[in-house]
């Protein structure tokens, strides 16, 4: 019977992060940039969102406006050289037509004549030192309007593009290997920098007790966020990302209370509660417009009445523990997808650039709890068996403290 209730509440989870198609992409911190070459110079059109420019705040906090905070920042920001020379900046920024919601400023950059016809080579620091996950999308035009566009992120700042004298326009191709290379560094990147994912990974290894454990969890983990990420970026899912997010910070949720009362076999006394707790939660949402529909509450509810039930004794939890992680990579995969997908995929070099994603994202993830594994190896036979309950507990209740914080945040949002 709990076999069955497990399932059930399993399936209907995964059905909720099916059910629905977003129409609005996902909030990210991002800018625009245009490259135009004219003889020696090289002009550069930044645009951002008012919204973004305040967040520099913390970097000049005695600018006096937004367009003089940002006018500063990418002073300091932006470069551009022409081979291997550097080019320089003529004069200060200069503000363009902007808008209450939008900043947009030009820079001129003035290149040496020895380097006309050789590459040019746009750098952008701007927003990455507060924003570690901006995105910045940097557009080189060519004198018949023609244009060629690349993606920047934290690891990859620079973009480089062959200007002829004919007006064509062209970015420098990468080779297959540094094709390979850049989406293992955004995998890994992705995970060293993701908080929620880190968060859950700490609560997975707080449910462990042997290596062997760990090992279980990390073939779940990975065989269920290989699947969906696949199959969303192939096209054949289409998860809604609001309904994703609020997903991964619940199984931090999950986990977290389970770390804490596993070993006292609460979970059985909290059955009935917590489905109470969740559907007055969905009655809130539906009344407050929240981002997560009807279906995935109804998820929910069964998926804390499934777990609760099937994780109430501890020999039953680890058992099950392998399978579980699987379930909650499927969730995570989705999450990974999303980031990829916004960050753009080469057409010619989809397959290559889904498994260097993948793998990174493995690599990331095994050197982070290589690191905290290898530390807990080390202090846990110091401490006592009461101390070892304390850090135990006083983590699980952290993680899902902000486990629920950024499950509010993202259901309500």
Known sequence: MRMIAGCLALCVLMTAAFASVSANAHTRSQSMSALFVEGDDVSVSFRVTAREVTRLGVLDPQAETLPTLLATHLSKSLTVARGSTSC??????????????????????????????????????????????????????????????RLLTATGRNASFLFSPSGIVAPIEESILQTFWRYIVLGAEHIWIGIDHL?????????????????????????????????????????????????????????AVEAVSAPTGLPKHGIVASATVMTALAGLSWALGGAIPPIAWVGLVLLVAGYAWLTRDERTASRLLP??????????????????????????????????????????QLIFIALLWGAAMVAVPRLSRSVQLGVRTSAATLLCTAGSYWFALRAFG
């Open 88 to 149: 320089a900046i003529s004069g200060a920024p200069r503000p363009l037509v902007s808008t209450a919601a939008e900043l947009r400023f030009e820079m001129i950059f003035s290149c040496a004549s020895e380097t006309a016809g050789q590459a040019v080579t746009f750098t952008n620091d701007a927003f990455f030192p507060i924003a570690s996950r901006h995105i910045h999308f940097v557009r080189a035009r060519a004198a018949d309007g023609t244009f060629e566009e």
């Open 199 to 255: 968060a859950f990974l700490v609560g997975l290894l707080l449910l462990c007790r042997r290596l062997r454990d760990v090992v279980f969890v990390v073939t779940g983990f990975t065989v269920g966020h290989s699947v969906t990420l696949s199959l969303t970026v192939l096209g054949l899912a289409v998860p809604d990302p609001p309904v994703v997010e609020a997903l991964i910070a619940f199984t931090i949720v999950l986990v």
């Open 323 to 364: 399978a579980l992680t699987l379930v909650f990579g499927l969730i995570h995969g989705f999450g990974f997808a999303g980031v990829l997908l916004e960050l753009g995929l080469p057409t010619d070099r989809l397959a290559l650039a889904l498994l260097g994603f993948n793998l990174g994202v493995e690599i990331g």
